[in-house]
């Protein structure tokens, strides 16, 4: 079995961390709750200094390398190996170079993924999907779960704030963690 994995958020711990690194970084005071995974929202948020800032942070290589996991993602990808998936990530990440993306991915799951693929650039991830033969991907973006959904690519949503508005349907359901995501898997299999 074929299983994509977005990067951001679901195996990286990207956005829960950001406010507390760009609070100690900038001297702001912003809550977790204030930033989620969108670039409309942040120019509201911050303004274009802030913006700026966010570019900054986003271009530094030790920012990107120390980034955490998403809790339980570690043990999560170790026993979807072990169930016999293929395991590729599919990211729309453009602000962080491919070499650091790699050398992240590597650093914290080991060399375990078969491919690392990048969105956007005329395909979508529904696209690529359809493309690698993915039967099954996990994400966290409302726009990216409907773009799969549209591709008939089967869907788990990892659940957030910022995505809670998406309902479940024959190819979308949401899981509350990394544990939910091998139950899924699991069970489909
Ligand atoms: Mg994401």
Not at 145 to 174: A, C, M, P, Q
Request: with cysteine; proline share 3%.
């Amino acid at each position: 079995m074929k299983i994509g994995l977005d990067c951001d958020d679901v195996l990286a711990n990207f956005t829960l961390d950001l406010a507390s690194v760009y609070n100690q970084r900038y001297g702001t005071r912003y809550n977790h709750e204030d930033f989620v995974p969108d670039f409309s929202h942040f120019e509201r948020l911050l303004g274009l200094p802030g913006i700026r800032n966010l570019w900054e942070l986003f271009q530094d290589h030790s920012y990107n390398l120390s980034m955490k996991p998403v809790k339980g993602a570690v043990a999560g990808v170790k026993e979807l190996v072990s169930l016999g998936a293929e395991l590729l990530v599919v990211t729309n990440r453009v602000k962080t170079s491919p070499q650091i993306t790699q050398q992240w991915l590597e650093q914290n799951f080991g060399p375990v993924f078969s491919d690392v693929l990048y969105g956007g650039n005329g395909f979508s991830k529904g696209e690529i999907c359809r493309q690698k033969e993915i039967s099954l991907f996990v994400d966290d973006l409302p726009q990216n779960v409907y773009n799969l959904r549209d591709h008939g690519i089967k869907t788990l949503v990892l659940d957030y704030h910022w995505n809670r508005e998406v309902e479940e349907s024959h190819f979308i359901k949401r899981v509350l963690d990394w544990e939910d995501i091998v139950q899924e898997v699991k069970a489909g299999r």
